[in-house]
């Protein structure tokens, strides 16, 4: 039996989690509507799927990066993860902004080291 403990994510993670699935969502089925109901005529044009492979491609990488920074949000209340989600707010997917600035004000070093040396 695995007695390995329980992961408890963050207010911050959680939100960032319930984030990345609705993007993810709305992509896939963006990416059904463009494919499925759009006119034949746009659909056998080269630059319709150039530009489909591009959006899709970018999308992509933005969502491997956010889940990485998400999962690892909080790693020794560094700054690093939380502004890699602001950024990606900046990029594309603008609501990254709220679980990147949620961890900023979590991960505060100054806050956390004065609760350690009392």
């Known amino acids: 039996m695995n007695q390995s403990k329980p992961h408890h994510l963050s207010g911050a993670q959680t939100a960032g989690w319930n984030i990345w699935w609705l993007i993810s969502i709305i992509l896939v089925g963006l990416g059904f509507i463009m494919i499925f109901y759009s006119e034949p005529s ?6 319709f799927w150039i530009a489909f ?3 899709t491609v970018i999308y992509l990488i933005q969502q491997i990066i956010a889940a990485f ?3 690892n949000l909080h790693k020794n209340n560094a700054y690093v993860w939380p502004i890699v989600l602001i950024v990606l707010a900046l990029l594309g997917s603008i609501i990254y902004i709220i679980p990147g600035i949620w961890a ?3 991960n505060n070093p ?3 080291h004065s609760n350690q040396q009392q």
Not at 42 to 47: D, G, H, I
């Open 42 to 47: 746009f659909r056998k044009s080269s630059t």
């Open 110 to 112: 100054r806050k956390n």
């Open 69 to 71: 920074a998400i999962k």
């Open 53 to 55: 492979g591009i959006f």
């Open 104 to 106: 900023l004000i979590v």
